[in-house]
């Protein structure tokens, strides 16, 4: 097996996700790759996709922000979802660096600013303590309780994820002129 940093997508394209042709990035192939993955590297109670995290943030962040909070980690359909304790360490530099220029990319293909709002990092953080306290075993996290109202009890199975997800985009980009 030849090993030349491509992986084959969900639609069948060779992709190479350090040397990313921007043509070569598709809606379809985001949606079903973060409708697989489970977020906390799958060491939640239950299944819970990236897809429904970054749905779920579109929710949470302005209107005017929805599709940067739809798409804002869109860069690990193709590079994986790593934790962020990890993705932090210093040992991750060049992983972080691929994931940041491929997701400038993904801004660009789907004509979104160049910068990620602060709407929808605020919106990702908060999903994140909902997250850790609806999904995590209680203590695992060593962090406060979140007093959010939102809760997650019952997590779409990926089919749903992706079919939501894909449907969220139709949605937000068609407002986009």
Request: charged content about 20%.
């Amino acid at each position: 097996m030849d090993f030349d940093g491509s992986i084959t997508t969900y639609s069948g394209i060779r992709f190479w996700p350090l040397l990313p042709n921007p043509d070569d990035i598709l809606i379809e192939d985001i949606a079903h790759s973060l409708a697989n993955q489970c977020r906390f590297a799958g060491h939640s109670r239950v299944f819970y996709s990236v897809a429904e995290h970054f749905v779920r943030v579109s929710q949470l962040c302005q209107l005017g922000d929805a599709l940067w909070g739809l798409l804002h980690d869109a860069s690990e359909a193709f590079l994986c979802d790593v934790p962020a304790p990890l993705k932090a360490l210093p040992a991750f530099e060049a992983y972080r660096a691929a994931e940041c220029d491929l997701q400038q990319l993904i801004a660009v293909r789907f004509g979104l600013a160049a910068e990620q709002p602060a709407s929808v990092t605020e919106a990702d953080q908060a999903m994140l303590r909902i997250e850790m306290r609806d999904l995590l075993v209680a203590g695992s996290t060593g962090r406060k309780k979140a007093e959010q109202p939102l809760s997650i009890t019952k997590p779409w199975p990926p089919r749903m994820a992706e079919t939501r997800f894909l449907g969220r985009f139709w949605e937000l980009s068609g407002m986009q002129s």
